[in-house]
């Protein structure tokens, strides 16, 4: 899923521009927008049974028409919603606002901000800088692309791999490890060494980077076969290869 950060001051035209930009993107995918509200609040009817879930401590209180559905969440992490985003299928998730978060941006207006990739662009600007704003997967997220982008016809088998952050090696404990930009090399190698194993129909290989701690999610590994055996020998390969390259890292 794909992360495009919105940001600029009050009536500045990114509403305008970001419902420009999800009818562009939704020609190639799902789209979904998440907005910070900041200290404006979002009004929940009071005196209807979804309300009163939610008033209830309800995790997720979800209400269902001929239309369409709506969660209201306990939750307030980003992560949390980029999540559900994800694992619905979502291939690009436009943030609105969240300056707080520093994805890679677009800015409209003067303001000053920092990771910013285009600013006042067009639609077509953005679509044609796509592959500098930053992937953000779950695994399920990293499975649905998979099947989505390939032929699944003569598929028998899909295998995923996550890695996490092992918290004690021998006596030394690990708190958190630092990852930067320099992983995306290494997952796209290891992915096109797993996509030329015979048999493989597709793969995905996917890391995070920033601050990750110890029980935390590093690397998620998805290859789709056309029979098991080859998925296994392909991953068996690859977490080697992996293992090999955070060693370096």
Known sequence: ?????????????????????????????????????????????????????????????????????VFIMQETDLNAALEILCNAGVRYAILEGFKTRVFPRIVIGDIECENTVLRNPSVDDVLAALDRFEDFYTMEGLVRELKRDCDISHAGAVLTFNGIVREWTGEERTDHLE????????????????????????????????????????????????????????????IDRLKRGLHGV
Request: glycine share 10%; net charge negative.
């Open 1 to 69: 899923m794909k992360i495009i950060q919105v940001v600029g001051a009050s009536n500045a035209g990114k509403t305008t521009f970001i419902k420009r930009l999800i009818g562009a993107l939704s020609a190639d995918g799902p789209v979904g927008v998440v907005k910070h509200l900041g200290h404006h609040g979002f009004f929940i009817e009071p005196g209807k049974d979804t309300t009163a879930y939610y008033e209830s401590d309800a995790a997720i209180s979800c209400g269902i028409d001929e239309e369409k559905s």
């Open 179 to 238: 990852f930067d930009e320099s992983l995306d090399d290494l997952a796209e190698r290891v992915q096109r060494e797993i996509e030329s194993v015979p048999g493989v129909l597709g793969a995905r290989v996917y890391h995070r980077k920033g601050r990750l701690y110890a029980g935390e999610d590093i690397t998620y590994v998805a290859i789709l076969a056309e029979h098991g055996q080859e998925a296994f020998a392909a991953a068996a390969s690859a």
